[in-house]
Nanobody, 115 residues
Framework: QVQLVESGGGLVQAGGSLRLSCAASFTFFYDYTMGWYRQAPGKQRELVADITGGGSTKYADSVKDRFIITRDNTRKTVYLQMNSLKSEDTAAYFC?????????WGQGTQVTVSS
């Protein structure tokens, strides 16, 4: 059974940093584009960042120059380093794996930024 397990969320003051991790159970992890989405209360889920197996990245404009997505294909893990956090970054963050038309989601981890 495919699993994505997130960790690293929590409460942080504005201006602080957090690092999220997502461990995947895919057999061929390199073949998956991995990403982080977030969903704030009353809002739609949105892409934060994603990264291909080869390391190409994409970011939402709202997090460019503050967040960094990386992956370790040996450990089958994707990371999201979040710096200069703002109150508007408060949301549930979900790990996502994409292979062709197949989508996989983690359970989510809460990030709360206090102002």
């Amino acid at each position: 059974q495919v699993q994505l397990v997130e960790s690293g969320g929590g409460l942080v003051q504005a201006g602080g940093s957090l690092r999220l991790s997502c461990a995947a159970s895919f057999t061929f992890f390199y073949d998956y584009t991995m990403g982080w989405y977030r969903q704030a209360p009353g809002k739609q889920r949105e892409l934060v960042a994603d990264i291909t197996g080869g390391g190409s990245t994409k970011y939402a404009d709202s997090v460019k120059d503050r967040f960094i997505i990386t992956r370790d294909n040996t450990r089958k893990t994707v990371y999201l380093q979040m710096n200069s956090l703002k109150s508007e970054d408060t949301a549930a963050y979900f790990c996502h794996g994409l292979h062709g038309s197949l989508h996989y989601w983690g359970q989510g981890t809460q990030v709360t930024v206090s102002s």
